[in-house]
Structure formats: C-alpha cells, structure tokens
T-cell receptor
Framework: GNSVTQMEGPVTLSEEAFLTINCTYT??????LFWYVQYPGEGLQLLLK???ADDKGSNKGFEATYRKETTSFHLEKGSVQVSDSAVYFC????????????WGAGTKLIIKP | SQTIHQWPATLVQPVGSPLSLECTVE??????LYWYRQAAGRGLQLLFY??????ISSEVPQNLSASRPQDRQFILSSKKLLLSDSGFYLC?????????FGPGTRLTVT
C-alpha cells in the first residue's frame, strides 16, 4: 500500500546550519509529493510540492526533489533560522481515492540561536 | 480567495459531555473536506472525509461522528467525550491535489 516514512525527531540544529529531513515513500503509480509545515499552535501550511519525477519544489529557501529511483523527497535548506523551528510533514497524494493525502509522522525541528 | 474557518479555537470539556466542532469553507464549491486529530507530539490521524453533502467516510472507528449538512460546512460531534479525545483537531479542504488547513481547535477533556 501507500506509505510515507520520515526521519524521527526532534532534529536540533544551530542557526545557519544545513538542514536535511529525510522522507521516503511507497506508492503505486505516480503520486504528487508534498512538504507541509506546522508552526507552534497553528494549522498546517503547504511549504512546497512536486508533481512528477525530477521536479524540484522550492519555497522560503527550502527545496526538495522528487526522486523516483530512490522513492525519496528529502527536504533541504542551506542555512536555517530560529524562525524555521516547527514540525515538518511529508505527504503523498492518494490518487486512487479523491486525492487524499498519506502523511508521514512529522519531524520536529528545533533551531537554536 | 478561499478561506477556512474553525471554531472554537480552544475548548475544555468534562468527560462524558457532548462535543460539536464546526468548520466552514469560503470561496470554493463542492470541496473535499477532512477532519484530522493530532495528539500531543504526534502526527496527523485522519478521522473523516467527505466528498459531498451527506457523504461521510470514517477512517477510524471511535465515539466521534461527522456530518456535512451543507456544501461548505463540516461538523465533528460526539455524544460522550472520553479523556483520549483530547487533542488538536484540524479541518481541511482540498482541490484536485492540495489540502488547505484551518487554524485548528485545541480540545482538552478533563
């Protein structure tokens, strides 16, 4: 079946460090892939997405590339800020059922000044 | 533009009391609607989704129910809350390939 696996958190980094949050998936067909972010006490916001293999989604300095050969969609940022502290969710679209999203467990990111 | 509203923002209820959380969407028609629950420090659990008025699918059997009386209104209910119902409840709507989330309701059952 379809599933998403994310690296466990929390991930703690210093400001200006390089960030990678790993995400791998299993899916039939060609799903779209997403990263959502949840700031403390808020709902989720779409951070970036990619709809086909080799697409790169990017937003606010974050990037992720849809790698079909490794079934991965790792989130990266070159220089993190304290304001990036949040929970990050990887997800894929469930194309066989009204495009429901299959969610990873979320990775909490803590950035220290 | 589309907007999604949830209320109340926070709620403290005793065990055994009823629950009603409301979600409304503006600026779109016939959206897919979703209720999620997020327990403290945990990921998202899909509770219900709806593809149209009166059409509800339940993902997890429990003491919660959902209704969609109007196209852009989605209600989460319970007749008797349990302690384990505490959490952060999120409503979302989707177009073809993206979901948009409301601000959430923080429910504490005491």
């Amino acid at each position: 079946g379809n599933s998403v696996t994310q690296m466990e958190g929390p991930v703690t980094l210093s400001e200006e460090a390089f960030l990678t949050i790993n995400c791998t998936y299993t899916a039939t067909g060609y799903p779209s892939l997403f990263w959502y972010v949840q700031y403390p006490g808020e709902g989720l916001q779409l951070l970036l997405k990619a709809t086909k293999a080799d697409d790169k989604g990017s937003n606010k300095g974050f990037e992720a590339t849809y790698r079909k050969e490794t079934t991965s969609f790792h989130l990266e940022k070159g220089s993190v800020q304290v304001s990036d502290s949040a929970v990050y969710f990887c997800a894929l679209s469930r194309m066989d059922s009204n495009y429901q999203l299959i969610w990873g467990a979320g990775t909490k990111l803590i950035i220290k000044p | 533009s589309q907007t999604i509203h949830q209320w109340p923002a926070t709620l403290v209820q005793p065990v055994g009391s009823p629950l009603s959380l409301e979600c409304t969407v503006e600026g779109t028609s016939n959206p897919n609607l979703y209720w999620y629950r997020q327990a403290a420090g945990r990921g998202l659990q899909l509770l219900f989704y709806s593809v149209g008025i009166g059409q509800i699918s339940s993902e997890v059997p429990q003491n919660l129910s959902a209704s969609r009386p109007q196209d852009r209104q989605f209600i989460l209910s319970s007749k008797k809350l349990l302690l384990s119902d505490s959490g952060f409840y999120l409503c979302a709507w989707s177009d073809v390939r993206e979901q948009y989330f409301g601000p959430g309701t923080r429910l504490t059952v005491t």
